[in-house]
């Protein structure tokens, strides 16, 4: 299975006002799961606009070690063949989720319930990062788990045979821990709740309610949500087209925001309010972006995001948004570099155990190119910049959002900034330097400039 080629380390150099219209690749949560609820319905499951990154990639494989048939067309939409819910074989190998911390968990939950035993491990990150928050749930549901290294990575499950069906709720806000237990549920005989204090993306949900699965959600007055899925649903295949991912958007935008004279759009962008935490704290900051020709495709709202330069502000980022955004503190932290004042960011405990500890990560980035920053315990307070920045090279620790996040610095700063590995971010977004190219960015191989 793919891993990371080799490192290949980069430098953004600034210089060069951004423009033009880009559609960034298709979202990596919807991704994974259009491969793996196509291989569990039964039929064949269409997806257009596939993330073709490695992380999904990595899930296309491992549904076909679970026997399903995954195949990529010459047109380039992507065709799972499922035999069914309930029908898993036992994988041969072990499967290398590479840096894929969603898809491996997800098939934690499925594994879960199904009386097969399958071995997982992952990259030097992946192999660090915690799976007893999967694990756990999946074990009162009869799962067996054999780890020599304490839950985390290379592991073996063993589904259970029948599974027993459970109410969770569910510790940390993590939708990769929420869609575990409910993908173990759907082979579990009767109803599986979770309770979800804190709302998290809900793609899971949406997308079983699309392929037929009896599904329902309450959300009280406090926001907590409570999920109840009824069991051993015959599930159907679907036509999914996937939007564009704005995890990704965010970084041709950011980078519209803080480099001068720069106006781009990005096209089909998925804008369900669980993901949208990062356009809610710019606006707040004063940025000029416009959201056009809104449109609801497959349940799914979508939308053009236009942004200009702009002169944005510090703010408190409050810390109940943190899981419509978490993934885009690193980036936001690069966009605080270049505000008045600080902008305060609580609420980030989660980010202690991303593909990185993202919160010491971009502590270290900002550091090293001149700017102030509080790293806190769950907390970064960033000091929008007084004098000339960049210059820095930044240690990337495998995180796809650490290298991007810190190439979109460098195109604003005073000096170049280098990242010691940018093969990494075929992870999620391979076209990221294309992409770049295209508006006019100059992202190098260290010792090239780009054409
Ligand atoms: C994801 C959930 C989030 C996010 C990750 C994708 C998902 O992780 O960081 O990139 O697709 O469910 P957590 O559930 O750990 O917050």
Not at 158 to 166: C, E, K, L, V
Not at 297 to 311: F, M, P, Q, W, Y
Not at 392 to 418: C, E, K, Q, Y
Request: a negative charge; one cysteine or more.
């Amino acid at each position: 299975m793919p891993h990371t080629p080799s490192v290949t380390p980069l430098i953004a150099r600034p210089g060069s006002a951004l423009k033009g219209r880009v559609t960034v690749p298709g979202d990596k949560s919807i991704s994974h799961r259009a491969l793996m609820f196509g291989a569990l319905a039964i039929g064949r499951t269409r997806v257009e606009g596939l993330l073709e990154s490695e992380d999904v990639v990595n899930t296309a494989s491992a549904m076909r070690a679970f026997g399903a048939r995954v195949e990529r067309l010459d047109d380039g939409t992507w065709q799972i063949e499922g035999a069914g819910l309930g029908s898993l074989l036992e994988p041969e190998g072990v499967i290398d989720y590479g840096n894929a911390g969603t898809g491996v968990r997800l098939a934690l939950g499925l594994v879960g319930s199904h009386p097969v035993a399958a071995t997982f491990t992952g990259d030097a990150s992946l192999i660090k990062r915690p799976m007893g928050r999967v694990l756990d749930p999946l074990r009162q549901m009869g799962a067996q788990v054999v780890s020599r290294a304490g839950d985390r990575l290379p592991l073996t499950i063993r589904g259970a045979a029948t599974a027993s069906p459970i109410r969770y709720r569910v510790p940390v806000p993590s939708a990769q821990v929420k869609s575990a237990v409910l993908l173990a549920g759907l082979n579990a005989p009767g109803e599986t709740v979770v309770i979800e204090p804190v709302a998290t993306r809900d793609h899971t949900e949406r997308m079983l309610i699309g392929f037929g699965a009896d599904l329902s959600v309450e959300t009280d007055d406090a926001g907590q949500r409570t999920i109840t899925l009824a069991g051993q649903p015959e599930l159907k295949p679907q036509d999914i087209v996937v939007p564009a991912d704005p995890s990704s958007a965010a970084f041709p935008i950011v980078a519209a925001l803080i480099t001068e004279g720069s106006d781009v759009v990005v096209e089909n962008v998925l804008l369900n309010e669980n993901r949208t935490g990062l356009l809610l704290t710019l606006q707040e900051m004063g940025a000029d972006l416009v959201i056009e020709n809104v449109r609801e495709t497959g349940g799914e709202r979508l939308g053009d995001i236009r942004a200009r330069h702009s002169k944005l502000k510090g703010i408190t980022v409050p810390a109940e948004r943190a899981p419509s955004m978490i993934d885009e503190y690193p980036v936001l932290a690069v966009a605080a570099a270049f505000a008045e004042g600080v902008t305060h960011m609580p609420g980030l405990e989660e980010l202690r155990v991303k593909e990185s500890d993202r919160l010491a990560a971009v502590a270290a980035g900002l550091k090293a190119n001149g700017i102030t920053c509080q790293e806190g315990e769950d907390s970064l307070a960033v000091e929008g910049r007084k004098g000339a920045i960049g210059g820095g090279s930044v240690v990337t620790h495998l995180d796809h959002r650490i290298a991007m996040s810190f190439l979109v610095l460098g195109l604003a700063a005073d000096r170049p900034v280098s990242v010691d590995d940018g093969a990494v971010i075929a992870t999620s977004f391979p076209s990221f330097r294309t992409l770049f190219a295209g508006l006019g960015a100059d992202i190098a191989e260290s010792g090239e400039r780009a054409a």
